[in-house]
């Protein structure tokens, strides 16, 4: 049976004291044993005090890491020094890294690689732009997105889901339809099953991300294929965020 997660993805927002009191109000929760597993990715400046914090009601992750394993790399910070301090998940592949921070295929599969050398779970994204979807060239874009992940075996795949954000669906409130959303994931599981097989196929969480919320995310999880949500701003506000875990049982 394949993981339901709900995951927050609190991207660069966020003072010291109001991400401590998010957290603590996120924690403060317990998620119902049937629910699905909660997760948060805070600023990475937050994350040992997180994991310190934490009573195991969550588990976290970083937003991002660079693939060496170490090194002349001012700045950065590597999956195997995320690991070291108690963090169990990473994103790779969302859309803001690939554009804004000209992230290409080749640096999201040393990414991949180097989170899991180091027992990272990862959730790779992938997701098309307005101008893509507006010209069908949608399906060939999240089939190629997705077809990168196939230098990785079936037993590296158990540590890898995937989440489905329209690009033209994040940040802007315009979510896509459950119709919409479920015929992407479909097409994911299906091409998982292409390059993998079945077992891995039914095994691999996909989550939708792109203005998701409370008031959307009931229908959208009721999809077959869709496992749950990666919530952008609905993620930094604690009721919504477990509204949205709610959703998903
Ligand atoms: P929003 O939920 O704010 O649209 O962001 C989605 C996202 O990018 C999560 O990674």
Redesign the pocket.
């Known amino acids: 049976m394949r993981k339901k997660i709900v995951a927050g ?1 609190w991207k660069m927002n966020l003072d010291r004291d109001e991400s401590k009191q998010l957290f603590s109000n996120i924690i403060s929760i317990k998620t119902s044993d049937n629910g699905p597993l909660a997760l948060v990715f805070p600023p990475s400046i937050y994350l040992a005090d997180f994991v310190k914090l934490n009573n195991g009601n969550v588990s976290i992750g970083a937003q991002n890491f660079h693939h060496a394993d170490k090194g002349a790399f001012t700045g950065e910070v590597s999956a195997g020094q995320l690991k070291s301090i108690g963090c169990e998940y990473v994103l790779v592949g ?1 859309s803001e890294r690939r554009t804004l921070f000209m992230e290409d295929d080749q640096v999201l599969l040393l990414k991949i690689r180097a989170a899991l050398e180091n027992e990272l779970q990862v959730i790779y994204c992938c997701g098309e732009s307005l101008e893509e979807r507006e010209q069908g060239q949608f399906i060939n874009k999240i089939r190629s997105q997705v077809n990168l992940l196939k230098t990785f075996s079936t037993e590296e795949m158990k540590s890898i889901s995937i989440a489905y ?1 329209p690009i033209w ?3 802007t409130g315009k979510t896509a339809s459950p119709k919409q959303a479920a015929e992407m994931h479909d097409l994911i599981r299906e091409e998982i099953n292409v390059l993998f097989g079945a077992e891995t196929s039914e095994n691999t969480s996909i989550l939708y ?4 919320s409370p008031k959307n995310a009931h229908e959208l999880f009721m999809c077959k294929n869709i496992d749950g949500g ?5 993620s930094l506000d604690a009721n919504s965020f477990h509204s949205i875990i709610s959703a998903c049982q």
């Open positions: 993805n969302h954000e669906a994040i940040g991300g792109g203005s998701c990666l919530i952008g701003g609905a």
